[in-house]
């Protein structure tokens, strides 16, 4: 076995703490995490990961997230911040994105633990800095831990939030424990979670599409006027990571397509794409309305797994389940510009 060289052992090392064995529930997000450099553990080699987590600790964090690049601080917002605090800067970057807030009485309180639930609105409000906008709000009033009534009534939607995005772990039947004070090692996981893995990448996809499609519509009302009904004249429908722009009529298309050239910023319209087609999203909603009745009718346990135009914008289709070839014929025949596809089918058409 070859060698390892004296840097790359103390390059590891810095990772690894003497309190956080690899066993440890929350092991593999505190060596992430210190590793980009979001967290940091002490001087004496521990992480003190059952540590209740400051406010200026809870800044700290936040603030490497958002990545701004460091400033010169003349004076601070708060009473009880000095320039010369470690964790100054930190918080005047937090306070000015609005994602943590100080007192009443104007200061902050560094050294003072932060609560489970006041964590948890610190990261939502993290979240919509970003752009996140909640997509159902009635989804939220069906999540509920077996303590949520205890959670304060400026916490219950970001306690919600953070859980219908599996950002927390949540079961009904556990208790959230909103008045705890969160540990080190519980708001690393949290963070972890939003910005790293399965759960991360896919809030960044939500994110991603979210901020493409306010985009897309910002650029249609900056095209057409505020009184141009897109759904009378085109349609938006998602394949893969990519946002379709399609126009029933070829004037409107060149348009939009020189509104999209003449953009300064084009960062929010790097996944749309434009196209044509005589489908309209008011013809598509009806016509999904009376196939999917007709599809529910001929099979009652058959499920709907996904609408969109075809390529040309000609047809719509949609996949389903269970298909059997005399339900497909059928509906075949009584809707033609429907195109019902089983699953297996379009995961062999995607390959």
């Keep these: 076995m070859g060698s390892i060289g004296l840097d790359t052992l103390r390059e590891a090392k810095k990772y690894i703490f003497r309190d956080v064995p690899s066993t440890y529930w929350a092991a593999q997000s505190i060596a992430t995490m ?60 937090v306070a ?9 009485d104007n200061t902050y309180r ?31 009033d069906n999540i509920a831990y077996s303590d949520q009534k205890f959670v304060a ?11 219908s995005l599996h950002f927390l772990h949540y079961n009904p039947r556990n208790l959230f424990n909103p008045e705890k004070y ?15 893995g399965d759960t991360g990448k896919a809030f960044k996809d939500t994110l991603m599409k979210q901020k493409t499609e306010a985009a897309a519509d910002a650029l249609i009302v900056r095209t057409f006027g505020k009184n141009y ?57 009806d ?8 599809y529910h009718q001929a099979l009652a346990d058959g499920t709907i797994l996904d609408v969109y135009p075809n390529t040309a914008v000609k047809q719509l289709v949609i996949v389903v389940n269970h298909l059997p070839e005399a339900v497909k014929k059928d509906l075949a025949k009584r809707f033609p510009d429907v195109q019902f596809i089983s699953e297996a089918t379009r995961d062999s058409l995607s390959k």
Excluded: C
């Design 229 to 285: 009904d897109f759904r009378q004249h085109g349609v938006k429908y998602w394949k893969g990571d990519t946002l379709w722009v399609a126009f029933a009529n070829a004037d409107d298309a060149k348009e939009y397509g020189a509104a999209i050239a003449f953009a300064t910023d084009k960062s929010d319209l790097r996944h749309l794409r434009l196209t044509t087609g005589p489908l309209t999203q008011a013809a598509i909603d």
């Design 182 to 196: 969160i540990t080190r090692a519980e708001a690393t996981e949290i963070t972890y979670r939003m910005t790293q």
């Design 96 to 104: 000015r994105k609005n994602i943590i807030s100080g007192y009443g």
């Design 34 to 93: 210190t590793q980009q450099n979001l967290i940091s553990g002490y001087s004496d080699g521990t992480f003190r990961p059952d540590k209740p987590l400051t406010r200026e600790e809870a800044a700290s964090l936040f603030s490497k997230l958002i990545n701004e690049p460091s400033t010169v601080m003349i004076s601070s917002t708060f009473s009880d911040i000095t320039s010369d605090r470690w964790s100054a800067l930190a918080i005047e970057a």
């Design 287 to 294: 016509m999904q309305t009376d196939a999917a009745y007709a």
């Design 110 to 140: 560094p050294e003072q633990f932060m609560s489970r639930q006041e964590f948890a609105v610190v990261a939502d409000n993290y979240l919509h800095y970003l752009g996140y906008e909640t997509q159902d709000p009635t989804i939220l």
């Design 153 to 163: 009534s400026w916490a219950q939607d970001a306690v919600r939030e953070l859980a």
